[in-house]
């Protein structure tokens, strides 16, 4: 997966807002990582990445600018953080959201976090890989962002799998992200649009929620 950016000294603490309408705006304070720079080892270092870095606040604003979307090629760069890791991509934090007892709240904590002061396994992943990694719309662009979501998949299903009667099809939501803009409720039988990725055009939600069933056939070996 390549490694860390070229380290760049001298940085100062970046404060990341988080802001919903269920809990306000937190702050988030985040020192500098181990590197900040370009990529310039192993397999992916000089690859081009299209998008950001716009925004590193998850705010509801950040979702309705269109220079989010501006082409802004740029070196893959990151700046793998120790602070953020050591705290919210641990085995302990693993084993509490495994031990959530519904959807409900395990999107939540997965998502938002049962402290909103400190990252939780969705975002500690993304800002302890950090620079592009940390921003909404380049983070795509980095190759390890997809192994991070297999991971956040890995979870949901070994969760799924503790009572996997009652939680194979357990799903809450809305059809927007963090619910900007307010949606409805989605059910199982709402569908969602792939692109490419479902030449058949849109499916239901019901289809993905087993690794073994609709357009899937995987498991994870631990």
């Not at 999107?107 to 396994?121: K, M, R, S, V």
């Not at 592009?132 to 997809?146: A, E, H, K, L, W």
């Not at 490419?196 to 929620?209: H, T, Y």
Request: proline share 9%.
């Amino acid at each position: 997966m390549s490694g860390n950016g070229e380290y760049i000294a001298n940085r100062s603490t970046l404060v990341t807002e988080l802001s919903l309408p269920e809990i306000g705006t937190v702050k988030i304070p985040i020192p500098p990582g181990t590197g900040g720079g370009c990529v310039t080892t192993g397999p992916f270092a000089n690859i081009t990445v299209p998008f950001g870095e716009v925004s590193t606040n998850t705010t509801t604003s950040s979702f309705k600018n269109p220079q989010n979307l501006a082409h802004t090629p740029h070196c893959l760069r990151r700046d793998l953080n120790p602070s953020v890791v050591n705290v919210s991509l641990t085995a302990a934090q693993v084993e509490a959201q495994l031990a959530l007892p519904n959807i409900t709240i395990f999107t939540y904590d997965i998502e938002i976090g049962a402290d909103p002061n400190i990252q939780n396994l969705h975002a500690g992943g993304h800002f302890g890989v950090g620079r592009d990694m940390r921003d909404t719309f380049s983070s795509p662009g980095d190759p390890i962002f997809y192994l991070h979501h297999a991971q956040i998949d890995r979870i949901w299903t070994k969760w799924q799998n503790k009572n996997l009667s009652e939680r194979q099809y357990a799903f809450s939501g809305t059809g927007t992200m963090f619910n900007y803009p307010e949606t409805p409720d989605f059910q199982l039988n709402d569908t969602m649009t792939l692109g490419k990725l479902s030449p058949e055009g849109p499916q239901p939600i019901r289809d993905f929620m087993n690794t073994l069933g609709g357009p899937f056939c995987y498991v994870y070996a631990a």
